[in-house]
């Protein structure tokens, strides 16, 4: 490592030189460089363009030397100075990005030196904007005007009857449909490809485009949904005006506690496959795993598990199969050749792995399809398992499966309840809980029970989702989904949990998708299959005595306060509260929109769609984490939104917005992320979040076909020179 006073010398003979320097400017700018104390695996330097000092642009380090693509991204101060701390040795490509540039010259660098380098200003507002997140460009979409609601079919207005409003159509557009696998507003998305074929019209355009590879049916059906005529000349629309110079207003740069953020980058797994969430220790005690390997999960489109090591910067992949190889290949057919993969089926998955979760093992955790759908007979009625006895299961698509390191090997559980997502509660048997996506129930795996007896049966169990109606404060006999409420009795309600989230206080909570969508609290009780009771609460929409309106929760999470943080389809972080409610939380009216004094809005930070009035923005976040335990270092207790449309994560901290935003490769979009702490004495470097590109098409990403999903580690340090 080269010494401080090794720095210092440095320094001072550049500054004997600036005595000598032709310019005032030319001696600043030897000062500015000197001022950056780098060590031997360091870069560091300052960014000029014609404009002087360049503050709040990146600057990215990237390697092909080592055993997979690396790049770390940092961001200048305000004097345009930068530092790359804790290179591996290897020769590195150095360029500047930021708004209101154009990508510099390339150039070449290696650790232990220091680089001035060159920012190019852009030429014009066209070409400034292909900078710009995806979600800038996806807010020109002109949506539908509120009077064009209800919608009355393609021979009225083109808009699907069932859709009612304008705010449902945002909330499926977001939430049901497009934002959920993919960004919207990428080049890729934005422009309609030559490759594609000639048509008389974009909307000829579009509607070919969508019947495009494996997700062709999908995206066929979800238009439909809408009301393909309409939809389809919305998209067309706003194609032909991008076609036509029209941009997106510019972003900010970063500023603040955004300078300080530095990204590490990993290219994992193969260019066919995308993964659908990572998972690097336990949720619990983020110490779990210090140092070790990230594990991924490329749900339908692999059989194997994705694993990256982040100290020898090597990728590696844990073959998997279904126990029962009957268990048929996800029907994903090819509705119409894509531009990238032609009539290629790329997606090959059996076993589905999804959502993996790592216990205090260091075992990792998951939902995976381990058989075909019909469940064992001890799901059904007539077993004598408890839970089955009060609600028999006769299929589920999707099951639980774990691996532990120590030992190379895949245990398979089969699970008579549907799994999408889990999380391990904080109880002495650890109970790993799993939302049925799909289905009205709350299922568990009691892992102490499996880990002594392996027995798969007896150590799970499920519940109904039933609300306490007669207000008695217990479960009693309750009337069905399909049944008026009775005062004597309990009601189940038919809600399906989306994700799924113990707190620290023993409940459960999981959120309902939907329009206008709700989020569930449920407490076990002693015996969860008889004791189980749950509480609803809407997001509050068309609510006389809610201050602003939402809509349409997906992914959510709890603090160590029992504060629930949403991420909702109308554009905002929702965060609820039950301490705030003034009413009763249980009874015949406590069914959902009984308490709106619980929940607070917070627009997030892009600009709203053209012609939308709501408050919100054309954000549309997959997800909210919350950082219980400080590991990125913005404080305990920290909700984080994943900026899906933004490139980034968005931070709330007292109540402003930290946007840690991925500028290269543009088309970061992630549905997870986890914190974990390396080493509790280490600082900045000892901590930080992890995340995966999550998109369904990484091959929209910037670095086009080839491209495989990207591991990304985000810390923070103290300033953006800290080493």
Not at 122 to 142: C, D, E, T, V
Not at 249 to 254: G, I, K
Not at 290 to 303: Q, R, T
Not at 527 to 536: C, M
Request: net charge neutral; hydrophobic share 35%.
């Amino acid at each position: 490592m080269t010494s401080r006073f090794s720095s210092s010398a440095r320094g001072a003979t550049l500054a004997l030189a600036c005595i000598w320097a032709a310019t005032w400017v030319a001696c600043a700018r030897q000062q500015d460089t000197a001022a950056v104390a780098i060590d031997n695996d360091d870069i560091g330097g300052i960014v000029t363009s014609a404009n002087g000092p360049e503050a709040g642009d990146w600057v990215i380090a990237e390697t092909t030397n080592l055993p997979t693509r690396f790049a770390k991204i940092v961001v200048t101060d305000d004097q345009g100075r930068y530092l790359v701390p804790d290179l591996p040795g290897a020769a590195y490509t150095l360029w500047v990005r930021g708004y209101g540039l154009v990508d510099s010259p390339k150039v070449q660098a290696a650790p232990g030196a220091l680089v001035n380098l060159t920012a190019t200003v852009a030429p014009n507002p066209r070409a400034a904007a292909q900078y710009y997140p995806a979600g800038y460009w996806a807010s020109l979409l002109r949506i539908p005007d509120k009077t064009e609601f209800p919608g009355t079919g393609p021979r009225g207005n083109g808009i699907a009857p069932g859709m009612k409003t304008q705010a449902q159509w945002l909330a499926w557009l977001k939430n049901g449909s497009c934002y959920t696998c993919h960004q919207v507003g990428t080049k890729a998305t934005r422009e309609i490809p030559k490759a594609l074929g000639a048509f008389p019209t974009s909307r000829d355009a579009w509607a070919r485009r969508i019947q495009s590879g494996q997700a062709g049916p999908d995206m066929a059906r979800e238009i439909a949904l809408f009301g393909a005529p309409r939809a389809l000349a919305m998209f067309a629309d706003w194609t032909d005006r991008i076609a036509a110079g029209e941009v997106p207003p510019a972003p900010a740069r970063p500023q603040g506690v955004e300078r300080n953020v530095v990204i590490t980058q990993w290219y994992w797994a193969d260019p066919k496959v995308y993964m659908h969430d990572q998972v690097s220790t336990d949720r619990r005690t983020p110490t779990v795993n210090a140092h070790g390997p990230i594990y991924g999960s490329p749900e339908l489109s692999a059989d194997y598990i994705p694993v990256l090591d982040p100290v020898r910067h090597t990728p590696s992949r844990i073959p998997v199969a279904p126990r029962d190889p009957k268990t048929p290949v996800a029907p994903n057919p090819v509705l119409q050749p894509s531009v990238y993969w032609g009539t290629e089926a790329i997606w090959t998955s059996r076993m589905d792995v999804h959502n993996p979760m790592i216990d205090g093992q260091g075992r990792v955790w998951m939902t995976a399809r381990v058989r075909p759908p019909g469940t064992p007979d001890y799901c059904r009625k007539g077993s004598s398992h408890p839970s089955a006895k009060l609600f028999p299961i006769d299929t589920s698509v999707r099951q639980a499966a774990v691996y532990d390191p120590k030992t190379k090997k895949l245990t398979q559980i089969s699970t008579c309840f549907d799994t999408h997502h889990l999380m391990f509660a904080e109880d002495a048997n650890n109970t790993l809980y799993f939302n049925g996506y799909g289905s009205p129930y709350l299922g568990w795996i009691d892992t102490k029970v499996f880990d002594e007896t392996g027995d798969e049966a007896r150590s799970q169990g499920w519940t109904a989702i039933v609300l306490d109606t007669n207000g008695n404060g217990r479960r009693d006999a309750f009337v069905e989904v399909d049944q008026p409420i009775d005062p004597a009795k309990d009601k189940r309600i038919g809600d399906n949990l989306y994700s799924v989230n113990p707190a620290p206080d023993g409940s459960v909570w999981g959120s309902v998708l939907g329009f206008p969508g709700a989020i569930i609290r449920i407490v076990p009780g002693p015996d969860p299959i008889e004791t189980a009771l749950a509480e609803r609460y809407e997001v509050p929409w068309q609510n006389p005595n809610a201050p602003i309106e939402g809509y349409s929760p997906r992914g959510m999470d709890v603090d160590r306060n029992g504060v629930a943080w949403v991420a909702l389809g109308s554009g905002h972080l929702g965060s609820f509260d039950r301490r705030k409610c003034h009413g009763p939380l249980n009874g015949p009216k406590a069914t959902g929109q009984h308490c709106p004094e619980g929940w607070t809005l917070y627009p997030q930070p892009l600009p709203q769609f053209a012609g939308v009035r709501d408050n919100g923005s054309a954000e549309g976040s997959y997800f909210a984490w919350v950082d219980q335990f400080d590991t990125l270092g913005l404080g305990a207790n920290t909700p984080i939104a994943t900026g899906n449309e933004s490139d980034a994560f968005l931070a709330l901290r007292d109540g402003q917005w930290v946007v840690l935003r991925v500028p290269y490769p543009m088309g970061f979009y992630t549905k997870w992320m986890d914190g974990r702490i390396d080493d509790p004495s280490g600082g900045w470097k000892g901590r930080g979040l992890w995340s995966t590109v999550s998109s369904r098409v990484p091959f929209h990403m910037e670095t086009g076909k080839g491209t495989p999903p990207v591991a990304m580690h985000f810390q923070l340090r103290p300033d953006p020179l800290a080493k």
